[in-house]
């Protein structure tokens, strides 16, 4: 698990909160995710940065902005966010570009950060 | 559209007995199929993956996953269960020739193995 990181581990907030989630990539890869687990549902894919541009937002609400400044670093900026939201957030990465030969990669996740909306 | 089914949401077993954790999956082309584990407060962890060639597929800890295209499933399988596999398991699938569709997976099965 030590090649994806996420901070915090843990987040509490309220709905007026700004807040941020961050997630570093130690294995070179290119390609970063943001998938939303929440209790007995699949996860659902958020996000993904192909070589730091954005190609896939999955009619996420905009209280949830993504940012990629570079392919080792992925931010998910919060702001007033709802109770429904409470949920783990994870982040992946995988080697290949999301749009290139990639679809039998592995993606690797990371611990996800447990946020709770109050 | 592909989708993937783990019609199981629990799965109990004793230690030292052999554990499958069943999986379904549905795509127009031919899948690429994932096993991820993820233990209390933890990420998902990769397992194994079916790509092509052999359909009985080995990954990580004693755990191995059979591809059968004409059930359309890909079941994880162990020969003998420790309690120390005790944890919630993903499968999921992505189909080889739908463009760039993201992995889709299942709801997960807990596994609880008992001593």
């Known amino acids: 698990e030590t090649g994806v990181t996420q901070t915090p581990r843990h987040l509490v907030m309220g709905m007026t909160n700004k807040k941020s989630l961050k997630c570093e990539q130690h294995l070179g890869h290119n390609a970063m995710y943001w998938y939303k687990q929440s209790a007995k549902k699949p996860l659902e894919l958020m996000f993904v940065y192909s070589l730091e541009e954005r190609v896939e937002n999955n009619s996420v609400p905009s209280r949830f902005s993504p940012e990629c400044p570079n392919s080792s670093h992925l931010f998910l900026h919060l702001h007033t966010l709802q109770p429904e939201d409470s949920a783990l957030y994870l982040c992946?990465?995988?080697?290949?570009?999301?749009?290139?030969?990639?679809?039998?990669?592995?993606?690797?996740f990371g611990p996800g950060t447990r946020l709770l909306v109050l | 559209a592909q989708s993937v089914a783990q019609p199981e949401d629990q799965v109990n077993v004793a230690e030292g007995n052999p554990l499958t954790v069943k999986c379904t999956y549905s795509?127009?082309?031919?899948?690429?199929l994932f096993w991820y584990v993820q233990y209390p407060n933890r990420g998902l962890q990769f397992l194994l993956k079916y790509i092509t060639g052999d359909n009985l597929v080995k990954g990580s800890y004693g755990f191995e996953a059979e591809f059968n295209k004409s059930q359309t499933s890909f079941h994880l399988k162990k020969p003998s269960a420790l309690v120390s596999d005790s944890a919630l398991y993903f499968c999921?699938?992505?189909?080889?020739?739908?463009?760039?569709?993201?992995?889709?997976f299942g709801k997960g099965t807990r596994l609880s193995v008992i001593a």
């Open positions: 795509v127009s082309g031919n899948p690429y």
């Open positions: 999921a699938v992505r189909d080889m020739n739908s463009g760039n569709t993201p992995l889709v």
């Open positions: 992946a990465s995988s080697q290949r570009p999301f749009r290139t030969s990639g679809r039998g990669e592995t993606q690797y």
